[in-house]
C-alpha cells in the first residue's frame, strides 16, 4: 500500500487516500511472488510489476514466468514492450545459450 499527499492543499492526491505500488518500487514483491507460484504449481506464469527493460524481464523468467507483461514503463517508453520482444529474441537465438524454456524458472538456489 501506498500513498500521495499535496502538501500544499493538504489532502491525499488518491481519492481512496491509499493506493497499491507499481513500477519499479513493487518489482521486488513481484520476483518474489513469482517464484514462490512456480515452486507451488505447474502451470504458465505471467510475470509482472516494475519491468522496465530486457534485464528485468530476464529476472521474471528466470524466476519461473513463462511470459512478461509490462505496464507502467508503458507510460514513459510507449516503445518498451517492441524492445523486450526483440531483445529477448536475439538473447535467445544466440549460439550456446539455452532456449527460453529451458532458462525459465532455471534459478540456481544454493
Same mark, same amino acid.
Given at each position: 500500500?501506498?500513498?500521495?499527499?499535496?502538501?500544499?492543499?493538504?489532502?491525499?492526491?488518491? +481519492?481512496?487516500?491509499?493506493? !497499491?505500488?507499481? %513500477?519499479? #518500487?513493487?518489482?521486488?514483491? @513481484?520476483?518474489?511472488?513469482?517464484?514462490?507460484?512456480y515452486n507451488s504449481v +505447474?502451470?504458465?506464469?505471467? !510475470?509482472?510489476? %516494475?519491468? #522496465?527493460?530486457?534485464?528485468? @524481464?530476464?529476472?521474471?523468467?528466470?524466476?519461473?514466468?513463462?511470459?512478461?507483461?509490462?505496464?507502467?514503463?508503458?507510460?514513459?517508453?510507449?516503445?518498451?514492450?517492441?524492445?523486450?520482444a526483440i531483445a529477448l529474441?536475439?538473447?535467445?537465438?544466440?549460439?550456446?545459450?539455452?532456449?527460453?524454456?529451458?532458462?525459465?524458472?532455471s534459478l540456481a538456489v544454493?
Amino acid at each position: 500500500v501506498g500513498m500521495a499527499v499535496n502538501w500544499k492543499t493538504r489532502r491525499p492526491l488518491l +481519492k481512496n487516500v491509499t493506493g !497499491g505500488l507499481s %513500477g519499479p #518500487a513493487i518489482k521486488p514483491i @513481484a520476483l518474489a511472488k513469482v517464484w514462490e507460484v512456480y515452486n507451488s504449481v +505447474k502451470i504458465p506464469i505471467v !510475470g509482472m510489476g %516494475g519491468i #522496465a527493460g530486457f534485464e528485468d @524481464a530476464m529476472e521474471f523468467l528466470l524466476v519461473g514466468a513463462s511470459a512478461v507483461q509490462i505496464g507502467t514503463m508503458n507510460f514513459v517508453y510507449p516503445e518498451i514492450g517492441e524492445k523486450v520482444a526483440i531483445a529477448l529474441e536475439e538473447h535467445f537465438s544466440l549460439p550456446g545459450t539455452p532456449t527460453m524454456a529451458e532458462y525459465c524458472g532455471s534459478l540456481a538456489v544454493v
